[in-house]
């Protein structure tokens, strides 16, 4: 029996391949359902948050490895402490989430699911969607310029668009060379028609598009969001949408996933909902499980991980 163990999220990771992957290690590969306790436990493999409380059981942890970009459901800094390496995986899916991201605003800005929803609802009107504007007239507004705002700006110059990002992270001569105007936040959200996200969430981005931010957009203006729930203030966006200044919004992420009787999908004619699958193909399903699991191979053979977020703190 090994002395070492590494905990699964089962779903959403496929023990087969966890298992082929860190046979090498001679850890046992628990997918038992949580909590998670044991001396023995020394690699985590999730999709779930781990917070500070759930490292207290995990005396010899070694490493945490998220099939995600975001790392946000992890007390990273509490991890580190401990002397425990955090990895995600952050570029598996910059292409699909680009496409998923461009797939939305067009929706948006071309009406497609509104007019779909009143064909179906019997009504036969080619201006039920209200204005739709042109692409090569539209201005988008792309917030955060990181590997996935990059590719929805080359999607979106490829189109026609004209394009404005802010990113207090990437120079303005990386924006501009990338042929996009650079630009404040408060500046973007008056000048664009269509905004889309793609921050991370942290305590500085939470809530950061709220009432204010919302009213400065342009009346009948568009936003998408298939980075984080939190980005965004929701009851603020809902009245947006109910009082007829915003046109449009489409969300690949909410607060409470999967939805629940408590905290349902919010509704509204001018509202596209998917559940959580712009990162989704089935490469990039297959990638996502592979790199996180070899992160946690790395470390259980004494190296260094790909994709660490943080480094351990004490060893």
Request: glycine share 8%; aromatic share 4%; hydrophobic share 50%.
């Amino acid at each position: 029996m090994s002395s070492m163990r590494v905990m699964v999220d089962a779903p959403p990771f496929p023990l087969d391949l966890v298992g082929t992957i860190l046979d090498p290690t001679g850890a046992l590969v628990d997918a038992r359902p949580r909590p998670w306790s044991g001396g023995d436990i020394v690699g985590l493999l999730v999709w779930n948050p781990v917070s500070a409380v759930d490292l207290e059981q995990l005396p010899s942890l070694r490493v945490i490895a998220t099939c995600s970009v975001g790392f946000d459901h992890i007390d990273a800094e509490a991890a580190a402490k401990r002397g425990v390496w955090v990895c995600n995986v952050p570029d598996y899916c910059i292409e699909v989430m680009a496409d998923s991201t461009l797939a939305l605003e067009l929706a948006l800005l071309r009406g497609v699911v509104a007019l779909d929803r009143t064909v179906r609802a019997g009504i036969w009107d080619d201006h039920a969607a209200g204005p739709l504007p042109r692409l090569s007239e539209t201005r988008l507004g792309v917030i955060g310029f990181g590997r996935i705002g990059r590719a929805v700006a080359a999607r979106a110059l490829a189109l026609g668009m004209e394009v404005w990002a802010t990113d207090p992270l990437v120079a303005e001569r990386e924006m501009a060379a990338a042929g996009v105007k650079p630009a404040t936040i408060d500046g973007l959200l008056r000048s664009c028609l269509a905004v889309t996200l793609h921050m991370p969430l942290t305590k500085e981005t939470l809530g950061m598009i709220g009432e204010r931010e919302l009213a400065l957009m342009p009346t009948g203006a568009f936003l998408v969001n298939t980075a984080r729930a939190g980005l965004v203030d929701s009851a603020a966006l809902m009245a947006a949408l109910e009082s007829g200044h915003l046109g449009g919004a489409a969300f690949d992420v909410l607060d409470v996933e999967p939805p629940t009787s408590e905290h349902p999908a919010p509704v509204h004619p001018r509202l596209i909902v998917t559940p959580h699958a712009a990162w989704y193909s089935p490469r990039s399903e297959e990638e996502v499980y592979r790199r996180a699991a070899l992160a946690v191979r790395a470390v259980l053979e004494g190296g260094e991980p790909k994709g660490a977020v943080t480094r351990p703190l004490v060893r």
